[in-house]
């Protein structure tokens, strides 16, 4: 089992749909992040959001807009999307502690939600 | 961050050692090492990281040469439930700010009844 809970664990949609991926964590952890992973392929990095802000975005296209309302809540709305934007979505976290030397922290991933465009 | 080259693929038997390789010989000296996995349809899992120093822990062991161009993870009694991609990774730290993971194509682990 993960501490990074994601849902759906499976989503298939069209063309013109609007959906949303939910990630959730519960560990206190700051800083959350988006990654995407076409099959056989390690992962990459779409989002970052640092204390509730965005602090990266991967030169990702507009057609996935990120939110993070909460410390516990990462969304990835999707509108518009191409049969090529399947893949697993991960969702990860960290606990972003500002130290001294900086956060050496492990992020630690759900077990992603598939995504099928048709 | 530093590159990492793994080989594709490695073949483990049961209860054995297994021994991963990587090379990173453009790191530099505030780069960790990381360690993770990816079992099949799951999400990557943390297993180790170190920055000079050897480091264990109770999923594996973390070998660093002197001049940290290279290191080993160790799988001291590999299990089937250990076939999964493992990913070497370096990774910057600065104070304050988030850092994102960047993977590397990672090894195909099987370990073998």
């Known amino acids: 089992d993960t501490e990074v809970t994601q849902t759906p664990k499976h989503l298939v949609m069209g063309m013109t749909n609007k959906k949303s991926l939910k990630c959730e964590q519960h560990?206190?952890?700051?800083?959350m992040y988006w990654y995407k992973q076409k099959a056989k392929k390690p992962p990459e990095l779409m989002f970052v959001?640092?204390?509730?802000?965005?602090?990266i975005n991967e030169s990702v296209p507009s057609r996935f807009s990120p939110e993070c309302p909460n410390s516990s809540l990462l969304n990835l709305h999707l509108h518009a999307l191409q049969p090529e934007d399947s893949a697993l979505y991960l969702c990860?976290?960290?606990?972003?502690?500002?130290?001294?030397?900086?956060?050496?922290?492990?992020?630690?991933f759900g077990n992603g939600t598939r995504l099928t465009v048709t | 961050d530093a590159k990492t080259t793994q080989p594709p693929s490695m073949d483990c038997a049961e209860g054995r050692a297994a021994n991963l390789p990587c090379n990173h010989s453009?790191?530099?000296?505030?780069?960790?090492v990381y360690w993770y996995r990816q079992i099949h349809s799951q999400g990557p899992q943390y297993i180790i990281h170190?920055?000079?120093n050897n480091e264990t822990n109770e999923m594996a062991s973390l070998i660093i040469t002197e001049d940290r161009k290279s290191s080993t993870l160790i799988l001291p009694h590999a299990t089937l439930r250990d076939t999964a991609v493992y990913y070497c990774?370096?990774?910057?730290?600065?104070?304050?700010?988030?850092?994102?993971?960047?993977f590397g194509s990672g090894t195909q682990l099987t370990v073998l009844p």
């Open positions: 453009t790191i530099s000296g505030n780069e960790y």
């Open positions: 959001y640092s204390y509730e802000k965005l602090s």
């Open positions: 560990m206190g952890h700051r800083a």
């Open positions: 170190g920055l000079k």
């Open positions: 990860a976290s960290s606990p972003q502690v500002a130290v001294r030397g900086g956060d050496i922290s492990p992020l630690h």
């Open positions: 990774i370096v990774r910057v730290h600065s104070s304050g700010s988030a850092r994102q993971l960047t």
